[in-house]
């Protein structure tokens, strides 16, 4: 039938509930991240960078 839309996939109408039960199955309980230990040591002239996500650098 030309000018129609296919329907829309199981659990898509209605506030996206299959999105949120997967998000829920799959997502790590709370306080059950692993701890991030970062330790550097520099000397002399050289710099220890360090960053837990992206990291930027300017300069030089």
């Known amino acids: ?5 296919p329907a829309p996939a199981r659990g898509a109408a209605g506030g996206g ?3 949120r ?3 829920a ?5 709370a306080g059950t991240a692993p701890a991030v230990t970062q330790h550097a040591t ?3 002239h050289a710099r220890a960078l ?3 996500r992206d990291q930027h650098i300017t300069g030089r």
């Open 17 to 19: 509930e299959e999105l």
């Open 25 to 29: 199955e799959h997502a790590p309980a």
């Open 50 to 52: 360090q960053a837990g």
């Open 1 to 5: 039938m030309a000018g129609s839309h």
């Open 21 to 23: 039960r997967l998000l």
């Open 42 to 44: 520099a000397s002399g």
